[in-house]
């Protein structure tokens, strides 16, 4: 019950990782907001997660994010812990990208890979804004809002969801990791100044984990693949990196300040 009698919010709360973290923060005691696009999955996660509120909010819209904060504060009370989980993969760039990388795995036997994945050349322009938009911007507008009414109060704790394409880059995704590498810096600035007044602000940046979104944009043989490329020899699943932003969350994380923690099955070590 780390979490006991705190409200928490968690963007992207309707399925995978977000889904988790809703539910291990109920079980640590929170009543919890879900926010999602999609409001009636939503609604689902916050039935499971005790009938917190569910709201759907678009957080690549600033305005959206400060009035789903405002609803939030209103009907459950101030926010203690806000959670910048909410993102995209961008299932058309993945598609295409996705048989070539097919193919290098089958070359890889040979010792000679030749097929490009041709992934930065033919990313559009609004398929980069989109993933920063969402993904970095998000995470942004949800950081901004939740240290403005948390640091009236002197107290609060902000975990951003990166991942570990953020920390090393992921090939075939450079939209993607650039999103996330951005979510680190930022959480890094954010942390050193708004330490000052009480609020603490944390990444966590997974591995690659099970979720509906990588079962639907990534084949049964890359994901084999990836497994066997993960020194523990599978995937996370989504209650692992819920129980590390509980803890970053948490008064237990309480000497956390800036830091990134990387469940990742040590596909990188950091």
């Known amino acids: 019950m780390r979490l006991d009698g705190r409200i928490a919010v968690i963007t992207g709360g309707a399925s995978g990782i977000g889904e988790a973290i809703a539910i291990r923060f109920r079980e640590e005691g929170a009543r919890v907001a879900v926010l999602d696009l999609n409001v009636e999955a939503a609604k689902l996660t916050a039935d499971v997660a005790g009938g917190g509120l569910a709201l759907g909010t678009d957080v ?38 996705m048989p070539r990388a097919e193919q290098q795995m089958t070359e890889m036997a040979t010792g000679t890979v030749t097929t490009p994945l041709d992934a930065l050349i033919e990313i559009t322009d609004e398929e980069f804004q989109q993933m920063v938009a969402v993904h970095l911007g998000g995470t942004f507008y949800g950081t901004r809002a939740a240290a403005r009414s948390m640091v009236t109060r002197g107290s609060g704790s902000i975990v951003n969801v990166a ?20 979510i680190l810096g930022l959480t890094r600035s954010a942390a050193k100044e708004l330490i000052l007044q009480g609020v603490r602000v944390n ?35 989504p ?23 990387s469940p990742n099955g040590g596909f990188v070590t950091v």
């Open 60 to 97: 690549s819209d600033s305005a959206a994010v400060d009035a789903a904060l405002a609803q939030i504060e209103d009907e459950l009370g101030p926010v203690d812990v806000w959670v910048n989980n909410a993102g995209i993969s961008g299932r058309a760039h993945a598609q295409r990208v």
């Open 163 to 182: 991942s570990i394409c953020g920390i090393e880059g992921c090939e075939g995704h450079p939209h993607y990791s650039a999103a996330k590498a951005g």
């Open 203 to 237: 990444a966590v940046a997974p591995g690659f984990v099970i979720t509906p979104m990588m079962t639907a944009d990534t084949s049964d043989a890359m994901i084999a693949g990836l497994a066997l490329g993960t020194p523990i020899k599978r995937l996370g699943q």
């Open 239 to 261: 209650h692992e990196i819920a129980a590390a932003v509980a803890f970053l969350a948490s008064d237990d994380g309480s000497f956390c300040v800036g830091e990134t923690i």
